[in-house]
């Protein structure tokens, strides 16, 4: 028998391993803003016009049944135990708790609670996302995050939920990556509510960030202990030669990185960071060299962390790496990226970066929004029409990284 080769990176004794999800991506028959948006007219038209209908039928861009891991999570749960998770990140679904405005359903409550109780069970640590971008109908016909009442529904979900669940949940994240859906929502229209104006974007983003410190405020006030934070998507802005690329390069941490997170710095406990990309700045944005793309053709950058790392440094608070990622159906570029990400959030840890965690995206394979299920995030694969779960080959080499506490760089 050969002897397991030890790993010459190995991580600080405590550190978290697990992967992410969100409720409206896996969960299954969520009603809210987004299932009604996917069979819209202007949705269904835009898919038509651009003959994607045709080509992989619209049940492609229909959350519908998902990983029906409402119904599975138990068993989802289990797997993840399997494949050596110690932590695990979900968010709860509002519409489903609060489906009419100040109404609130105590069977879905239980049903929370019930996942926080069986992740504890199988000891793997909850990271509860209080929204992830989907948003109950009655809150639609208010007007959603541009009304100036939807901090104070927020906070009021959230107390609800601080309440049932709080003594078993030491990490909340209030709102996921809040300048991506603000962006996507409100300044490209490429989601609900499909607008594209610079002030309602502005508007949103001050009411996310108002939701933000009164949720803060109502979970501290439940459990002291508790550590509360955001998950934010942040950019590896690389300035190429040249004054003007640098000064672009400024604006464009001060606007899309620190934003956010300077707005918030007294309400946050530690920083959630979600990585996905790395934009060369040379007389314009997003002027990589693409040597390696995944299947959406976003550019596999794993050094980019490192820089992301270093630059949160300055708030002083712990980090978890609450996503992380890449669709690639094949699994043909997971296992390095995993690895070579590693390798990159272990130089920022030797150089001083406080980081606690690492919550790979995703779990399984899901409904990754406008594009619908062709991605494959999923350590697990998923065959939609079964419901059936494979892990793949990179579940398996994470496993080993987590036994391990560490990576083989050789
Ligand atoms: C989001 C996830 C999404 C992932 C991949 C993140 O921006 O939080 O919901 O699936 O990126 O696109």
């Not at 809150?139 to 049932?164: D, I, N, Q």
């Not at 296992?335 to 959030?345: D, G, M, V």
């Not at 697990?380 to 496993?399: C, G």
Request: with cysteine.
């Amino acid at each position: 028998m050969s002897r397991r080769k030890k790993p010459d990176l190995i991580f600080p004794k405590g550190f978290l391993w697990g992967a992410s999800t969100s409720s409206h991506q896996v969960e299954g028959n969520t009603r809210n803003e987004w299932s009604e948006w996917e069979l819209s007219e202007s949705r269904v038209r835009d898919l038509e016009r651009r003959g994607l209908i045709r080509q992989y039928g619209l049940e492609t861009y229909v959350s519908g049944k998902a990983c029906d891991h409402y119904n599975r999570f138990e068993k989802d749960f289990n797997l993840a135990k399997k494949l050596g998770h110690n932590a695990h990140r979900f968010s709860l679904e509002w519409s489903r708790v609060e489906p009419e405005k100040g109404v609130f359903d105590e069977r879905e409550i239980k049903h929370y609670k019930q996942v926080v109780k069986t992740l504890k069970d199988l000891g793997i640590e909850p990271f509860v996302t209080l929204w992830h971008w989907t948003l109950p109908l009655w809150l639609v016909r208010e007007g959603g995050w541009e009304s100036k009442h939807a901090p104070h529904y927020f906070t009021r979900f959230v107390e609800r939920m601080v309440s049932a669940l709080g003594k078993d949940v030491a990490f909340w994240i209030t709102i996921n990556e809040p300048e991506i859906y603000a962006s996507f929502s409100y300044l490209k229209g490429e989601w609900p509510p499909e607008k594209t104006n610079p002030l309602t974007f502005l508007k949103v983003i001050k009411n996310l960030i108002a939701g933000h410190k009164k949720a803060y405020e109502v979970i501290k006030r439940y459990s002291k202990e508790a550590s509360v934070g955001i998950a934010k998507n942040n950019t590896y802005f690389e300035a190429s030669h040249g004054w003007a690329n640098k000064i672009v390069k400024q604006i464009s941490d001060r606007f899309w990185n620190f934003w956010f997170l300077n707005a918030i710095q007294k309400h946050q406990d530690f920083i959630g960071l979600n990585y996905y990309f790395h934009s060369v700045i040379r007389n314009g944005f997003n002027k990589n060299k693409n040597k390696l793309v995944s299947d959406l053709g976003w550019e596999l950058y794993p050094e980019g962390i490192y820089h992301c790392l270093k630059d949160l440094g300055k708030y002083e608070r712990p980090i978890y790496i609450t996503e992380n990622g890449l669709a690639d159906a094949r699994d043909k570029h997971r296992s390095w990226f995993i690895k070579k990400t590693l390798f990159y959030i272990h130089k920022a840890i030797q150089e001083g970066s406080d980081v606690r965690g690492y919550l790979h995206w995703s779990l399984m394979d899901n409904f990754e929004w406008a594009h619908g299920f062709l991605p494959r995030f999923g350590l697990i694969e998923i065959d939609y029409k079964k419901q059936k779960r494979v892990p793949r080959p990179s579940a398996m080499l994470y496993q080993e990284i987590i036994k391990q506490n560490g990576i083989i760089t050789s």
